[in-house]
């Protein structure tokens, strides 16, 4: 998906290079550029220093094993484009500094879209074709192949031998701690990259769709944008401003996913969504083997 | 008048004109076909300009191009695709009330179901084979013999 729209835009580059004076050094028609080109102006914010002024607005809640620190980033604000950032959080080791575990993602991935897909591919054979029951000729004496009915495979019009038969479902289920474990793995890749920003709350001055652009262009964000934001209702504003916009969407904490992760360059969360998150990924961790589905009540969860 | 005698220069020229339009079709069997017609019946004697057959190695392609076709436009950001994949953790993550297994869109017999075909077929006659039409029963009833009897009756594996 990315190398067709890179390949899109090395025409685009190309065929606006092409056009110029020949005279000039014009890129090549048959360049292909790398697809992880990173844009050189984005800003790179060095992580906060130890003896930063700035407020420490979250620890921790969770126990964080001895022999790691918490990750420390900025807290940032929506409300102006050229704002500095308002503190420091410190976010859970073990679920933002976790290994880099690309096979971990590709098999999330590859779960997420695979176990819904239904392909629905049917053909007919040679007996639900219709027609088809009575021999064309006899078996000798006619001069041509033999053949028992004008429905088998051989002929034109007749059924398919070994074709794609009726809806056909491809689910299977990932263990539960590998899809956590891809969700940690996600977060973690979004922090290293630094693509990850924490956000004090979604409240924008405007509901119109420019403002974020113009946010996210100023800040140096990147192209697309993935708002995750914990509770059922979502300030107005954000909610006009993202309707409008094909790139920048905004989910509930619920729908957290590593395709979207993915698909999206950058990732915002607030701070209930980091202690929603650290909470719900954290449990797994420690947890014992379920003896019934953890649908059923436990006394102890949630 | 299409048999003409090519000169011994053009064959290879054209062999490379060919070659360079990137042209992979079968056309290229024929064309290289021809070519070997004209190049052979050139060497041999001119009585036989008229006679030569034209052979085919592959089957003839009936899509004709004059050009690399354009790429389609998809457009990588459409609802469906920017959205997809959301909810899937909603066991995980919202306390196990639903299961990924509810989201699937699927017919009722394939919800969170994989087997081959006998299998599902199986499961499909139990769970609506009372409310299907009488030809579509009568064929899934056929194919499930068929398949049973195939199954453990034929091959290595039964």
Redesign the interface.
Known sequence: ?FR??L??CGRGVAKRFASSFPGESALPPNLLLPTNLVDPARLRRPPPPADCSLPLLRKCDAVVPAHLSPVQTWVETLARPDSEPLGLAQLHPDVFAVHPRLDILHEVETW?RN??R?SHASTK?R??VRGGGRKPWKQKGSGRARHGSIRSPLWKGGGVANGP?????????LP?KV??QG?KVALSSKMAQQYLHIVDSLNIPSPDPQYLLDLIRHKHWGE?LLIVDVGEEFPENILQATAGL??V?I?P????????ML??EAVVLTLETIK??ED??LW?DQRYTPLY???LPYSDF? | MFLRCFNDNTVPALCIVGHRLGIETENMAVLGGLLKAGASFCQSAATLLHTARTISTGTCCQIRMHAIPQ?KK?D???EK?????????????????A???D?????CW?K???GN?LQ??IRKKKMVGDRMMTLDKH?LE??IRFLYRRFNRTGKHR
Not at chain 1, 166 to 171: N, Q, R, V
Not at chain 1, 253 to 260: D, R, Y
Not at chain 2, 81 to 97: A, C, E, P, W
Not at chain 2, 103 to 107: E, G, R
Request: aromatic share 12%; charged share 20%.
């Open positions: 998906m067709c729209t390949v899109v997420q176990y819904k239904i054979i007996s639900e038969r009726g809806p056909t479902s491809y689910f299977y289920m539960m899809r956590v969700l697309s094909k790139t969407n989910i904490a619920i729908g957290l996913n590593v395709h979207s698909k999206h929603f998150l719900k990924l797994h589905p953890f649908k949630p | 790429l998809v990588r950001w459409t695709r920017s959205m997809y994949g959301v909810y899937d953790n909603i066991g995980i993550l919202g306390d196990f009330k299961h990924p297994k989201l699937i869109v699927a017919p394939l969170a179901f994989k075909e599902r077929l064929n056929k194919r």
